[in-house]
């Protein structure tokens, strides 16, 4: 493809040497090289076990890639202005590619299948991305050289190790493929090469919307002038996809917004953040030796800020020098342009993200970067620089792959990887609140506390913290303290479903049943699909005295989400109804199958089995068996299971350990304020003590 041309005119290009690597054989091997070499630099991240920023929204909690079906697949490119499988954006292939990922076993313990994905999607956007550039600099071995500094760059990693970025590593691929079917417009290839541009570049909008500038940048590889007609003419049906994507993406984002309002558009914020990204991610491009999911921005962000100034001092001066060399090296030229014009869209004018900066953002325009280095070399190489071109294009490439590797070591598990970026960017709360996250994931709600208040002391307008303090605080079993800063979320987030539900659970914890009801229903108003908030709303009818209307909420909740927990909420409320039956003992035997260490489906099949009035029910063994595995799951310290065990003890006869064991459990009750249990199992000690087994009290259907 020849260089654009600034004049009206287009001058008759210079013949360039013929490409000894031009041929099909020379070709095939250069891209297996190419292939092999960035697979093996990456080659870590299928082991990678870390969960990234918006892995969670994306793949972890999403239904879509959970339980994966035609449904949900339908319903996600159906869902055009209020998305639901991915909140603000429209992107439905990308979903409906988890989706397929997650049929082949990809879930948030068995990540492989997301990698693999990814890892193949960059190693094919690394070899359009040759073909692009061969055909713009005409050298196979400067493309070539070019493309796998593209495809080892340590700024690449992010979107490949993180399953949520499969949206990135898509729309980018497709989008190269795009650029290679125009070039083959621009060579005469007729219609079905048009076509195949125009489906590609759709393709690419249906699975990241932030490629929308596209467009632009095949306006400037078509001949003649920037405004020559014939160009925009070309290019009208990408022109047209990308507005109504863009539509679409603002409609949507307020559709879904789940804070007050989106702030303001500050135009002169916007063009500062224009001014000074340019140099921040030519900077990252340069030095990459800190890679981070987070990075910090300059505070405060304005002009008056040395660091601030110094990056638009950057971008200013890299303009003026494009306009200077326009003539002298185009395709350099062409290359910041499209650089430039690829990375608009992630410049927040949405502003759904308070974080101005992310390394996934260069996946797609580093193109242009990449460009820059193919003219170069083959510049060096038409003027007989061939050595020397080459051993420093290598030695560079060695280097980067090296950064890669160091890139991907905080991957192979989430406390690195939040740890790496709380280590980077110290001052944004999204490295806090990550790390929280993680912890909180982990089970480690204790040490996740400090984390998230940590984020909210950084930035007391972060929905996210709050929201999190709460959520934990409510699994400490501290309700009132979780509402103070689930309050906070509501304000900061009123069209949140997930703190509507955190408040409901804390509601219920206080025995606040009606509160928890307004809560519950509330969160159901928001998302009708919400099936986690059936549950907690079947406790809350049943403490308000409703037993049938919890019964139903709960049996929606098992159908809906299928989890083992929901299963021993509704087998628990069925015991405490009309005590043990073929229902509930099923549905505790199908929780432990499915979760073989699930403590509260362990703990209550054991006291079914020992303390059932029916003898049916009973089987003292089995309570035993139960009652074993439930205390070492949680370590041997706990109260109530400690209180199970006595009870089995006792069911098999075994009085003498049964006393034992509830000693030990009463001390626990009493360490921990329990005065209902420990009322509860001083009456069963005293039967354990006159050789006699608990029994329930046999309840009326």
């Given at each position: 493809?020849?260089?654009?041309?600034?004049?009206?005119?287009?001058?008759?290009?210079?013949?360039?040497?013929?490409d000894?690597?031009?041929?099909?054989?020379a070709?095939?091997?250069?891209?297996?090289?190419?292939?092999?070499?960035?697979?093996?630099?990456l080659?870590?991240?299928?082991?990678?076990?870390?969960?990234?920023?918006?892995?969670?929204?994306?793949?972890?909690?999403?239904?879509?890639?959970?339980?994966?079906?035609w449904?949900?697949?339908g319903?996600a490119?159906?869902?055009?202005?209020?998305?639901?499988?991915?909140d603000?954006?429209?992107?439905?292939?990308?979903?409906?590619?988890?989706?397929?990922?997650?049929?082949?076993?990809?879930?948030?313990?068995?990540?492989v299948?997301f990698?693999?994905?990814?890892?193949?999607?960059?190693?094919?956007?690394?070899v359009?991305?040759?073909v692009?550039?061969?055909?713009?600099?005409?050298?196979?071995?400067?493309?070539a050289?070019?493309?796998?500094?593209?495809?080892?760059?340590?700024?690449?990693?992010?979107?490949?190790?993180?399953?949520?970025?499969?949206?990135?590593?898509?729309?980018?691929?497709?989008?190269?493929?795009?650029?290679?079917?125009?070039?083959?417009?621009?060579?005469g290839?007729g219609s079905?090469?048009?076509?195949?541009?125009?489906?590609?570049?759709?393709?690419?909008?249906?699975?990241?919307?932030?490629?929308?500038?596209?467009?632009?940048?095949?306006?400037?590889?078509?001949?003649?002038?920037?405004?020559?007609?014939?160009?925009?003419?070309?290019?009208?049906?990408?022109?047209?996809?990308?507005?109504?994507?863009?539509?679409?993406?603002?409609?949507?984002?307020?559709?879904t917004?789940?804070f007050?309002?989106?702030?303001?558009?500050?135009?002169?914020?916007?063009?500062?953040?224009?001014?000074?990204?340019?140099?921040?991610?030519?900077g990252?491009?340069?030095?990459?030796?800190?890679?981070?999911?987070?990075?910090?921005?300059?505070?405060?962000?304005?002009?008056?800020?040395?660091?601030?100034?110094?990056?638009?001092?950057?971008?200013?001066?890299l303009?003026?020098?494009?306009?200077?060399?326009?003539?002298?090296?185009?395709?350099?030229?062409?290359?910041?342009?499209?650089?430039?014009?690829?990375?608009l869209?992630?410049?927040?004018?949405?502003?759904?993200?308070?974080?101005?900066?992310?390394?996934?953002?260069?996946?797609?325009?580093?193109?242009?970067?990449?460009?820059?280095?193919?003219?170069?070399?083959?510049?060096?190489?038409?003027?007989?620089?061939?050595?020397?071109?080459?051993?420093?294009?290598?030695?560079?490439?060695?280097?980067?792959?090296?950064?890669?590797?160091?890139?991907?070591?905080p991957?192979?598990?989430?406390v690195?990887?939040?740890?790496?970026?709380?280590?980077?960017?110290?001052?944004?709360?999204?490295?806090?609140?990550?790390?929280?996250?993680?912890?909180?994931?982990?089970?480690?709600?204790?040490?996740?506390?400090?984390?998230?208040?940590?984020?909210?002391?950084?930035?007391?307008?972060?929905?996210?913290?709050?929201?999190?303090?709460?959520?934990?605080?409510?699994?400490?079993?501290?309700?009132?303290?979780?509402?103070?800063?689930?309050?906070?979320?509501?304000a900061?987030?009123?069209?949140?479903?997930?703190?509507?539900?955190?408040?409901?659970?804390a509601?219920?914890?206080?025995?606040?049943?009606?509160?928890?009801?307004?809560?519950?229903?509330?969160?159901?108003?928001?998302?009708?699909?919400?099936?986690?908030?059936?549950?907690?709303?079947?406790?809350?009818?049943?403490?308000?005295?409703?037993?049938?209307?919890?019964?139903?909420?709960?049996?929606?909740?098992?159908?809906?989400?299928?989890?083992?927990?929901?299963?021993?909420?509704?087998?628990?409320?069925?015991?405490?109804h009309?005590?043990p039956?073929?229902?509930?003992?099923a549905?505790?035997?199908?929780?432990?199958?499915?979760?073989?260490?699930?403590?509260?489906?362990?703990?209550?099949?054991?006291?079914v089995?020992?303390?059932?009035?029916?003898?049916?029910?009973?089987?003292?063994?089995?309570?035993?068996?139960?009652?074993?595995?439930?205390?070492?799951?949680?370590g041997?310290?706990?109260?109530?299971?400690?209180?199970?065990?006595?009870?089995?003890?006792?069911?098999?006869?075994?009085?003498?350990?049964?006393?034992?064991?509830?000693?030990?459990?009463?001390?626990?009750?009493?360490a921990?304020?329990?005065?209902?249990?420990?009322?509860?199992?001083?009456?069963?000690?005293?039967?354990?003590?006159?050789?006699?087994?608990?029994?329930?009290?046999?309840?009326?259907?």
């Amino acid at each position: 493809m020849p260089a654009p041309s600034s004049d009206r005119v287009r001058r008759p290009a210079s013949p360039r040497p013929a490409d000894p690597l031009a041929s099909s054989r020379a070709t095939a091997l250069v891209v297996a090289a190419l292939v092999a070499t960035v697979a093996a630099v990456l080659a870590p991240v299928l082991g990678a076990r870390a969960i990234g920023l918006d892995d969670p929204q994306i793949v972890v909690a999403n239904p879509l890639v959970r339980a994966p079906g035609w449904e949900g697949v339908g319903r996600a490119f159906a869902e055009v202005l209020r998305p639901s499988s991915m909140d603000a954006y429209y992107m439905p292939l990308s979903m409906a590619s988890l989706a397929l990922d997650a049929v082949w076993g990809g879930s948030a313990s068995n990540l492989v299948p997301f990698h693999v994905t990814n890892l193949v999607l960059h190693l094919v956007a690394t070899v359009l991305a040759f073909v692009v550039l061969r055909r713009l600099v005409g050298s196979t071995a400067a493309a070539a050289l070019a493309a796998l500094v593209y495809g080892v760059h340590p700024v690449m990693v992010e979107a490949v190790a993180s399953a949520g970025e499969r949206k990135t590593v898509l729309s980018t691929a497709l989008a190269f493929a795009c650029l290679v079917a125009h070039g083959r417009v621009l060579d005469g290839g007729g219609s079905r090469a048009r076509i195949a541009s125009v489906a590609l570049f759709a393709l690419a909008l249906l699975a990241k919307p932030s490629v929308l500038t596209l467009p632009l940048v095949l306006v400037l590889l078509g001949p003649g002038p920037w405004s020559a007609r014939a160009k925009w003419v070309e290019v009208a049906p990408h022109l047209a996809l990308a507005v109504a994507s863009a539509f679409i993406s603002s409609a949507s984002v307020r559709a879904t917004w789940e804070f007050v309002a989106p702030p303001p558009l500050d135009p002169a914020d916007l063009v500062l953040k224009a001014l000074w990204l340019p140099a921040h991610y030519a900077g990252l491009w340069l030095w990459s030796a800190r890679t981070s999911t987070v990075h910090q921005p300059p505070s405060p962000f304005e002009l008056s800020n040395p660091v601030v100034l110094v990056g638009v001092a950057i971008t200013c001066v890299l303009a003026v020098s494009a306009w200077t060399m326009r003539r002298r090296a185009p395709l350099a030229v062409l290359g910041l342009l499209a650089f430039a014009l690829l990375l608009l869209p992630t410049y927040g004018i949405l502003r759904f993200s308070p974080t101005i900066s992310y390394e996934r953002y260069l996946h797609l325009p580093a193109i242009g970067f990449a460009l820059v280095i193919a003219a170069a070399l083959a510049s060096a190489l038409r003027r007989g620089h061939l050595v020397l071109a080459v051993g420093v294009a290598l030695v560079g490439v060695a280097g980067l792959a090296v950064g890669a590797r160091r890139a991907l070591e905080p991957w192979r598990d989430s406390v690195a990887l939040w740890t790496r970026a709380v280590e980077v960017a110290p001052g944004m709360a999204a490295s806090h609140n990550g790390l929280g996250a993680t912890l909180s994931d982990a089970g480690d709600d204790a040490g996740a506390e400090p984390r998230f208040e940590r984020a909210v002391a950084v930035d007391p307008g972060y929905g996210d913290g709050y929201y999190n303090l709460g959520r934990v605080r409510v699994r400490l079993g501290r309700p009132a303290e979780a509402l103070e800063s689930l309050e906070r979320a509501a304000a900061l987030m009123p069209g949140s479903e997930a703190v509507a539900l955190q408040r409901g659970l804390a509601f219920n914890m206080l025995g606040r049943p009606v509160e928890a009801e307004r809560e519950l229903r509330r969160a159901l108003t928001l998302r009708p699909d919400y099936a986690l908030a059936w549950g907690p709303l079947g406790v809350a009818r049943t403490l308000q005295g409703d037993a049938e209307g919890g019964l139903e909420a709960l049996r929606r909740a098992a159908d809906a989400t299928g989890e083992p927990g929901t299963r021993v909420m509704l087998a628990a409320a069925l015991i405490a109804h009309h005590g043990p039956d073929a229902e509930s003992v099923a549905l505790l035997e199908r929780a432990i199958a499915d979760q073989p260490d699930l403590v509260p489906a362990l703990n209550e099949l054991a006291w079914v089995r020992a303390t059932a009035s029916d003898p049916a029910w009973r089987d003292g063994a089995q309570a035993l068996a139960y009652s074993e595995r439930a205390l070492a799951a949680v370590g041997g310290a706990d109260p109530g299971v400690l209180d199970t065990r006595a009870a089995a003890e006792a069911a098999a006869g075994r009085y003498a350990d049964a006393v034992s064991t509830a000693r030990r459990a009463l001390d626990g009750a009493r360490a921990a304020g329990d005065s209902a249990l420990v009322v509860a199992i001083e009456s069963r000690l005293a039967a354990y003590r006159r050789g006699e087994s608990w029994r329930e009290a046999p309840r009326r259907r």
